[in-house]
């Protein structure tokens, strides 16, 4: 470990560390502008120049290594007239867009030209100018702005896996853009936004909304999908105007998904801002929440418990499923549901839902097998750590399923079950392979349990698991992927049929009602339901904030509050309590969920045990105590998943996302993921970003 001297103070640092990291150890500022770090070093800006003594010229410290006893200077004369001298070459050709241009006031190039640059031009000729680039209706660009930096095709490359993005030409000709003329097909574009140091790629939806210094900022959690992105919700007044990535290093890093960064405009759009009761003739009219709640306990009052069923929907948080639980215990319902997209796995052994290696534990495997999912649609993020270890490590990717449009190679197995039990038996060529694996781990996606043999292909993936050693003292290779951010909030919360009380999934509340045996259906937020299989006497309640599919077949809608208008918990994938918290006030007369089911049940005499979301969260710890453990993995013990009586069918599996921009109501009310759609998913482009 070398041992240097910094601006005269010392520092010891690992074998291979940088001149540029040894400095930040020491708190030492040094600008650069090429240099990221999460991205591959190109050192070709020359911005953070040091004077190491007996080197015949300034080093670029971004690619300088520390040597043994090295003196390093980064304040001199010479390494301060060699960056003025820099930063005047940089700002040659570089447009005076400053007060009209997007990324101003967030700038490393305004910054550090105040901070580090000279206060006159020496050139007098004429700026360049650069031809524009349309890259889709994400990223605007102004390429006049470029400085070359090369940031946004390195991380293209690294991190998002595209090759879109590359260097044209050279010298005074030399330009960033795309080979052939296409828009950049990445569900991570907009992270390139982030990394551009200057003004040359900034957010076409956000543009000229705002400045950041009028904003709000509000650090908060994702829920379009179950990965839980740490963000930042930026907004001003009671409109969210953008969405930004937080650091988590082992949830999201410091990347979000184009869905989770641009869907925001979607909250504003659609709202329910008052509750609405169907009339006589069919028709919803506006109500006061008293006649509200007084036609919903008049209904519940007159209907045995075991009539009653409860669904949740994808975005709902543990609050509102710990609350909506609680009021269907005092009801007597033993119907409860949160899997509303129909899977059919075992809700009752924690390490059989779970994702198990967890989301940085991707990186460590060395045999992935995706079954019946596609992770760059379904997780975003995921994927992207999926791609980080093929990248680094070169992974084996196997596929069971559907042919995917993923940016990694991959084995394709076989389509169906009877390739797992093909590889089971041992008649699969891939059976040596996974033998061999050291740290294997498997995928189960949704498109695998959506079926009617759900139960059985979980089971199957279990005892697939055990087969091939997935399962060890200090690693867990079985994982389910889900896609609501609500899904294993209601998992711990037990919010699952009650099968002693004779409890129904969701096909059987679907059957119940149909055959005229539901009288009341409480429906929070989940608006995918088969609606058109109800039976026409069922009562159905529905409670959200946007007014999608649920509300329009609602005998009665409660409006709610989106994620970004309320402090609430959620748990990821992986088993991660995290805290949201509110960055806007409710439209009109939404009101928290919690808060509606803690007023309806005092309509209905039984009035819930809390008064405050203190009360209710430790309400939610009584029932299980993941929730005193935020922000940490909790790993399951293992328990193998018992098959059940249902034999497996021998039919493919099916990808249960087509389009990923059109997900939840908040993405199908937004006019940006509309555009993203109609950009994207086109007759041209369609069969590279679906099944393949």
């Known amino acids: 470990m070398p041992k240097l001297t910094i601006d005269d103070m010392e520092v010891t640092v690992e074998a291979g560390t940088s001149l540029l990291q040894a400095a930040e150890q020491l708190g030492i500022e040094v600008p650069r502008f090429c240099y990221h770090d999460r991205l591959s070093v190109a050192g070709n800006c020359r911005m953070c120049l040091m004077e190491v003594e007996g080197a015949p010229k300034l080093a670029a410290s971004c690619t300088a290594p520390c040597g043994e006893d090295m003196k390093v200077h980064t304040k ?7 960056q003025k001298g820099v930063m005047e070459m940089m700002l040659i050709n570089h447009p005076l867009d400053c007060p009209i241009c997007d990324q101003g006031g967030e700038c490393d190039l305004q910054d550090q030209s105040v901070a580090y640059g000279f206060d006159r031009s020496r050139f007098l000729d004429n700026k360049r100018s650069v031809k524009n680039k349309d890259l889709g209706p994400l990223v605007k660009t102004t390429m006049t702005r470029c400085i070359h930096c090369t940031r946004c095709v390195r991380f293209g490359e690294e991190v998002a896996g595209i ?150 929907g994808d975005l709902c948080d543990c609050e509102s499923i710990m609350a909506l639980k609680d009021v269907m215990h005092l009801l007597g319902s033993p119907h409860l549901e949160c899997r509303s997209d129909g899977s059919k796995f075992n809700p009752y052994i924690p390490s059989g839902y779970n994702f198990n290696t967890s989301i940085a534990g991707v990186e460590d495997a060395d045999l992935i097998i995706l079954i019946g999912t596609n992770p760059r649609l379904e997780a975003a993020m995921l994927n992207a750590r999926i791609y980080k270890n093929w990248r680094d490590n070169k992974v084996k990717v196997a596929v069971i399923g559907s042919h995917i449009d993923v940016n990694y190679p991959y084995v394709h197995l076989g389509t169906g079950s009877e390739t797992l039990q093909d590889l089971i038996a041992g008649k699969h060529d891939f059976d040596e392979t996974l033998k061999n694996a050291k740290k294997p781990m498997l ?77 009341i259906l409480y429906v929070m937020g989940a608006d995918d339901l088969p609606f058109d299989k109800l039976g026409d006497d069922t009562f159905v309640i ?11 077949h609602a005998d009665v809608v409660l409006p709610s509050v989106a994620y970004t208008e309320k402090n609430a918990t959620y748990i990821n994938t992986e088993g991660r309590v995290q805290i949201a918290r509110k960055a806007t006030f409710p439209v009109g007369d939404a009101k928290e969920d919690w808060t509606i089911l803690r007023s309806l049940s005092a309509y209905l005499g039984r009035p819930l045990p809390y008064d405050n979301l203190l009360e209710l969260r430790e309400r939610m710890v009584q029932e299980n105590d993941l929730f005193n453990h935020v922000d940490e993995v909790i790993a399951q013990p293992w328990n193998k998943v018992i098959a059940s009586d249902i034999s497996v069918n021998k039919v493919p599996f099916k990808l249960p996302m087509a389009d990923f921009y059109q997900t939840n109501v908040i993405c199908r009310a937004s006019g940006t993921m509309q555009e993203c759609t109609d950009a994207f998913f086109s007759a041209n482009i369609k069969k590279r970003r679906v099944n393949g």
Not at 495 to 512: C, M, R, S
Not at 542 to 552: I, N, R, V
Request: charged share 25%.
């Open 76 to 82: 001199s004369e010479k390494v301060k007239t060699a």
């Open 163 to 312: 090759e879109e993005l590359g260097v044209l030409n050279r010298g005074e000709h030399l330009e960033i853009g795309t080979y052939v003329e296409q828009m950049i097909t990445s569900e991570l574009s907009g992270n390139l936004v982030d990394v551009c140091p200057v003004g040359a790629l900034t957010s076409k939806p956000y543009a000229f909304k705002a400045r950041p210094w009028e904003l709000t900022k509000t650090e908060t959690i994702d829920v379009m999908d179950a990965v839980g992105s740490n963000i930042r919700v930026d907004s001003r007044g009671n409109e969210v105007l953008r969405v930004l990535p937080r650091l988590h290093e082992d949830v999201n890093e410091e990347w979000i998904s184009d869905k989770t960064r641009h869907a925001c405009d979607g909250l504003k759009m659609g709202r329910l801002d008052k509750p609405y009761l169907k009339n006589s003739k069919g028709k919803l009219k506006p109500v006061s929440w008293n006649d509200a709640f007084e036609a919903i306990s008049a209904k519940i009052k007159v209907t045995d418990g075991s009539k009653i069923a409860a669904v949740v």
């Open 443 to 519: 995928i189960l996606g949704t498109g695998a349990t959506m079926r009617n043999d759900g139960l059985a292909v979980h089971a199957l993936a279990c005892e697939f698991a055990e087969h091939y050693n997935m399962i060890q003292d200090d690693w867990n290779g079985f994982n389910l992927l889900h896609m609501s951010a609500s899904r294993m909030g209601a998992l711990a919360l037990g919010f699952t049929p009650k099968l002693e009380n004779g409890g129904h999934d969701l096909d059987g509340i679907v059957k119940a009602s149909s055959k005229g045996n539901l009288d």
């Open 542 to 552: 529905y409670q959200g904030h946007h007014g999608d599919k649920g509300a329009a």
